[in-house]
């Protein structure tokens, strides 16, 4: 069993919410002792431990480790940090405006210079204040 399997069978056996696993007692036996072994020779590393609402909702803004999150399309560098744009929005439930500078603020894309990142949140703040302008006037 590779430490991805086994990292796998933890995390279904902890979130079954029936409290079964699709998993044997074996696996899962198998899978927490290569976890300890890692543990044992990383001792800087801890275990810490967090109620099930709390680990639904670090899955849901992705701050847990998703395949989908461990790589990104292009130049930027998101995929190399544990908090990704993707999160914040989802978190703070932002408009497309504010999380578009978050993602500006955020990014290093090779090849554009950091001026350029922020004449483009000016732009975009000029437009969002337009348009909040224009939402007053009707009201």
Not at 78 to 105: E, F, G, M, T
Not at 130 to 135: D, L, P, S
Request: glycine share 2%; proline share 2%.
């Amino acid at each position: 069993m590779t430490n991805k399997e086994a990292a796998q069978i933890i995390r279904t056996a902890v979130l079954c919410e029936d409290g079964k696993s699709k998993y044997s007692d074996q696996d899962i036996k198998f899978a927490l002792e290569i976890a300890a072994e890692l543990l044992d020779r990383h001792p800087k590393h801890k275990i810490i431990s967090i109620s099930r609402e709390e680990y639904k909702k670090l899955a849901r803004v992705g701050i847990l480790n998703t395949s989908v999150r461990a790589y990104n399309r292009g130049n930027s560098d998101y995929s190399q940090h544990v908090i990704q744009p993707w999160s914040i929005w989802i978190d703070w439930n932002l408009n497309p405006w504010d999380a578009d500078i978050v993602k500006r603020v955020l990014r290093t894309k090779q090849g554009e210079s950091r001026l350029l990142d922020y004449e483009k949140i000016i732009h975009i703040c000029e437009e969002r204040i337009r348009q909040i302008n224009c939402e007053n006037e009707q009201e």
